[in-house]
């Protein structure tokens, strides 16, 4: 009778993750000197309560002001306690924030009321989320709406999953079977309804899995950054975006990691987050030696669309003609662009008045972008 209570009424989550044990240590030590602080201090409140009562006949007489040794005892031991307890939780928080370099990235959109996963062979999920046991999962999350959080309580993992900004949460499943996904944010009116699951199978089934395209039978499954190579031709990025830097934009060959230099003066290194804000928001940050020429996405496209092109920017190769902005006339700018035949030196003298513009827009913004 009681096991199928506490089974149905558990009084904490399993353990299902290498991180639960270590969260779950701390938690208990906490609790446990929280108990028995709390104990001394009732037990000995009540005592003296007692003891000094009105009508007892206790003497009262040469009470003391002071107690050094008292006060180094009873401030020197929590002191020391509360330092361990800082250390320790420091230790356990830098292991759980320090994402892994192995292991499986997978993408997650938050958004009123669901979770949208995609796995980056392309397998799309809607509140569901498949990881095999024993390997690191790294989640890369962001919100299509308001602000969501991330919370898998039997893996002691939770984060929040904030608009405009991505935020990443990882753990190493450590059991077999369905695990709770759900939202620690309140997020709206609907906000009890996104639960999700986290299927966590062995090795085997879920290579299996995948092998099959997840739960649907689909002809064919592109991954995300074949899904962004088609959409990055689609929306014409291909006509300025070119494997060397040119007149009109420069390469994203090898972007990723790569410091960009800005008509303002400042550099950034290329990240996910920097192309995220340069597909929605380019006029933000203008790359040295060229002008806004750019469209701006931010509400033509989708979060999953953005996170595709990502991938398949991350994805290019290098090229030796990329380097941090400034600008590498096209070889053969007439094919491109449709120059004049006759004037083989067109893409450099375009290139040299798109740098005279931007350095008379740069000046007359007087010195911002």
């Given at each position: 009778?009681?096991?199928?209570?506490?089974?149905?009424?558990?009084?904490?989550?399993?353990?299902?993750?290498?991180?639960?044990?270590?969260?779950?240590?701390?938690?208990?030590?906490?609790?446990?000197?929280?108990?028995?602080?709390?104990?001394?201090?009732?037990?000995?409140?009540?005592?003296?309560?007692?003891?000094?009562?009105?009508?007892?006949?206790?003497?009262?007489?040469?009470?003391?002001?002071?107690?050094?040794?008292?006060?180094?005892?009873?401030?020197?031991?929590?002191?020391?306690?509360?330092?361990?307890?800082?250390?320790?939780?420091?230790?356990?928080?830098?292991?759980?924030?320090?994402?892994?370099?192995?292991?499986?990235?997978?993408?997650?959109?938050?958004?009123?009321?669901?979770?949208?996963?995609?796995?980056?062979?392309?397998?799309?999920?809607?509140?569901?989320?498949?990881?095999?046991?024993?390997?690191?999962?790294?989640?890369?999350?962001?919100?299509?709406?308001?602000?969501?959080?991330?919370?898998?309580?039997?893996?002691?993992?939770?984060?929040?999953?904030?608009?405009?900004?991505?935020?990443?949460?990882?753990?190493?499943?450590?059991?077999?079977?369905?695990?709770?996904?759900?939202?620690?944010m309140h997020?709206?009116?609907?906000?009890?309804?996104?639960?999700?699951?986290?299927?966590?199978?062995?090795q085997e089934?879920?290579?299996?899995?995948?092998?099959?395209?997840?739960?649907?039978?689909?002809?064919?499954?592109?991954?995300?950054?074949?899904?962004?190579?088609?959409?990055?031709?689609?929306?014409?990025?291909?006509?300025?975006?070119?494997?060397?830097?040119?007149?009109?934009?420069?390469?994203?060959?090898?972007?990723?990691?790569?410091?960009?230099?800005?008509?303002?003066?400042?550099?950034?290194?290329?990240?996910?987050?920097?192309?995220?804000?340069?597909?929605?928001?380019?006029?933000?940050?203008?790359?040295?030696?060229?002008?806004?020429?750019?469209?701006?996405?931010?509400?033509?496209?989708?979060?999953?669309?953005?996170?595709?092109?990502?991938?398949?920017?991350?994805?290019?190769?290098?090229?030796?003609?990329?380097?941090?902005?400034?600008?590498?006339?096209?070889?053969?700018?007439?094919?491109?662009?449709?120059?004049d035949p006759?004037?083989?030196?067109?893409?450099?003298?375009?290139?040299?008045?798109?740098?005279?513009?931007?350095?008379?827009?740069?000046?007359?913004?007087?010195?911002?972008?």
């Open positions: 009778m009681l096991d199928s209570l506490l089974a149905n009424f558990p009084i904490f989550p399993e353990q299902a993750s290498e991180h639960a044990a270590d969260y779950d240590a701390l938690f208990w030590s906490i609790t446990a000197l929280t108990v028995f602080f709390t104990l001394i201090v009732v037990v000995m409140v009540g005592y003296m309560a007692f003891k000094y009562r009105k009508g007892s006949n206790v003497s009262r007489k040469g009470q003391l002001d002071s107690h050094l040794g008292l006060e180094l005892t009873w401030s020197g031991i929590p002191l020391i306690l509360a330092l361990v307890i800082f250390f320790w939780a420091t230790a356990n928080f830098m292991k759980q924030r320090n994402m892994p370099e192995d292991g499986i990235e997978i993408y997650v959109v938050g958004k009123q009321w669901m979770w949208h996963i995609e796995h980056m062979n392309g397998i799309r999920e809607g509140s569901e989320l498949h990881v095999p046991i024993g390997v690191p999962v790294k989640l890369t999350m962001i919100s299509q709406d308001v602000l969501h959080a991330m919370y898998l309580p039997e893996f002691r993992a939770q984060y929040h999953v904030i608009p405009g900004r991505y935020t990443n949460l990882h753990f190493t499943a450590s059991k077999i079977g369905e695990f709770k996904m759900l939202c620690a997020c709206g009116t609907q906000h009890s309804e996104m639960v999700g699951k986290v299927i966590v199978m062995s089934d879920y290579a299996a899995w995948l092998e099959k395209g997840g739960n649907r039978f689909e002809e064919e499954t592109k991954t995300m950054a074949a899904s962004g190579a088609v959409l990055f031709k689609r929306k014409g990025c291909v006509n300025c975006h070119t494997e060397v830097d040119n007149e009109r934009a420069p390469s994203l060959h090898g972007l990723l990691g790569r410091t960009r230099s800005f008509n303002d003066g400042t550099t950034h290194v290329a990240d996910d987050a920097y192309i995220r804000e340069s597909i929605y928001e380019p006029y933000n940050r203008i790359t040295r030696g060229y002008i806004n020429t750019m469209t701006a996405y931010k509400g033509q496209l989708t979060e999953v669309q953005v996170r595709e092109l990502i991938e398949y920017i991350k994805s290019l190769g290098t090229t030796a003609g990329v380097g941090d902005g400034e600008i590498v006339p096209y070889e053969q700018p007439e094919q491109q662009f449709g120059a006759g004037a083989p030196d067109n893409a450099t003298k375009i290139a040299n008045e798109r740098k005279s513009a931007a350095a008379t827009q740069f000046e007359q913004s007087g010195g911002r972008n």
